[in-house]
């Protein structure tokens, strides 16, 4: 009974390609996020989602778009992946869109070759 | 803008030991969020501590508790008892209670633990 779960867990890529991920929460949750963890371990806020709008879209390249078909999942699309894509991403939900503990998902590690 | 500092990068303990974590922010709102997450080398960050500005009692959480100075805007944390599983990336990050595009974690670079024999 994972509360937020990410697919892949890993994903090895080339340069130029398009590749999704995928984030679930089963808590009833109505607000995700997603997450990007670089190499030296930062950190930093992609987008947000609260009842599938978009609430929070940081200063990342439009390849980047999220999609949320339902509230309770978030995915990540990428387009034209880049080298400086390779990062750790993190899928996160809570309650609303206020003070609400946010919850992790296990991460993707992504490598761009 | 809000920013989070951990000046330690890395810390060691002995078990059974006690550490401290050190953790500034930067604001100026009156009211906000700050936590405490860990990441062991599984990547998963999981949540160990959180406490509510408004709150002037200090959140405890077993042997975690924090030492919250409003003032000073610091927010560290203690491990007391350290346990071989303690050992992971100890992340602080901060929240302002506000909805919208302020409710995003802003976190701090980390700070490395090793707990040894």
């Known amino acids: 009974d994972t509360a937020v779960s990410q697919t892949p867990k890993y994903l090895v890529t080339q340069m130029g390609n398009d590749k999704s991920i995928k984030c679930e929460q089963n808590?009833?949750?109505?607000?995700m996020y997603w997450y990007k963890q670089d190499s030296k371990k930062f950190l930093k806020i992609m987008f947000s989602y609260n009842n599938k709008e978009l609430i929070i879209n940081e200063t990342v390249p439009n390849r980047f778009s999220p999609k949320s078909p339902d509230k309770a999942h978030l995915n990540l699309h990428i387009n034209s992946l880049e080298l400086g894509d390779s990062a750790v991403y993190f899928c996160?939900?809570?309650?609303?869109?206020?003070?609400?503990?946010?919850?992790f998902g296990p991460g993707t590690r992504l490598l761009v070759l | 803008a809000q920013t989070v500092t951990q000046s330690q990068p890395e810390m060691s303990v002995q078990e059974a030991e006690t550490v401290t974590l050190s953790c500034t922010y930067d604001t100026s709102e009156s009211d906000y969020y700050l936590f405490w997450y860990k990441q062991p080398p599984s990547r998963q960050m999981i949540l160990v501590i959180r406490?509510?500005?408004?709150?002037?009692q200090n959140a405890t959480e077993n042997r975690f508790s924090v030492n919250f100075q409003k003032a000073a805007k610091s927010f560290s944390l203690k491990i007391s008892d350290s346990q071989l599983g303690d050992a992971a990336m100890y992340f602080c990050?901060?929240?302002?209670?506000?909805?919208?595009?302020?409710?995003?974690?802003?976190f701090g670079t980390g700070t490395r633990l090793q707990v040894t024999l």
């Open positions: 996160a939900s809570s309650q609303g869109n206020g003070a609400e503990t946010q919850y």
């Open positions: 990050a901060y929240r302002s209670p506000s909805t919208g595009t302020a409710s995003k974690l802003t």
């Open positions: 808590l009833g949750h109505d607000t």
């Open positions: 406490q509510e500005a408004y709150k002037q």
